[in-house]
T-cell receptor, first 115, second 112 residues
């Protein structure tokens, strides 16, 4: 069974550009979560998608957005990139939506560097 | 501030020794989970302990939870070089994963 896959592995952008990150959840998982992990910080919750809908978002500006496709894969878009957006972006999926009693399965992440 | 805070921030031990990491949190929780992260990659779920449980084992891992002290510990026995990673606790205070908070982790180095 394939795990959560993310692409690209690394992404280098300049300030002001847009970045698009992609995630494919484990087959059968409908919930996709996006987290930002900046250097030296814990994981910060960004977005939660389930059944194609955005269910919740963390304390991030609107230039962080995304969507979930009918096949449950997801895309994270970051517009007007700033230097502090440089971080590891992790996608995770779970089987049951909204419940934190099920473990999360994480992808290997996309390392975004903003120059 | 982070709900879950791991201690110590870094730990270096010899292969074969036991490693103990602690996690403290501030509010009541439904469950607490421990995850491992290798070299800035994705996190791998290790163990989940519910608020009504006091201890849980999984292979060489032992997790305890003391809700009166709002703390948890992760013990790795007979450590191996492959255990070198960062370990995070994640606390669920209700409201699903969008409300789960992760600490900044304990960086464990196991020296062969």
């Amino acid at each position: 069974e394939a795990g959560v896959t993310q692409s690209p592995t690394h992404l280098i952008k300049t300030r002001g550009q847009q970045a698009t990150l992609r995630c494919s959840p484990i087959s059968g998982h409908t919930s996709v979560y996006w987290y930002q992990q900046a250097l030296g910080l814990g994981l910060q919750f960004l977005l939660w998608y389930d059944e194609g809908e955005e269910r919740n978002r963390g304390n991030f500006p609107p230039r962080f957005s995304g969507r979930q496709f009918p096949n449950y894969s997801s895309e994270l878009n970051v517009n007007a990139l700033e230097l502090e957006d440089s971080a590891l972006y992790l996608c995770a999926s779970s089987f049951h939506s909204g419940s934190a009693n099920e473990k999360l399965f994480f992808g290997s992440g996309t390392q975004l560097s903003v120059l | 501030s982070q709900q879950g805070e791991e201690d110590p921030q870094a730990l270096s031990i010899q292969e074969g020794e036991n490693a103990t990491m602690n996690c403290s949190y501030k509010t009541s929780i439904n469950n607490l989970q421990w995850y491992r992260q290798n070299s800035g990659r994705g996190l791998v779920h290790l163990i989940l302990i519910r608020s009504n449980e006091r201890e849980k084992h999984s292979g060489r891992l032992r997790v305890t939870l003391d809700t009166s002290k709002k703390s948890s510990s992760l013990l790795i026995t007979a450590s191996r070089a492959a255990d070198t990673a960062s370990y995070f606790c994640a606390t669920d205070a209700g409201g699903g994963y969008q409300k789960v908070t992760f600490g900044i982790g304990t960086k464990l180095q196991v020296i062969p």
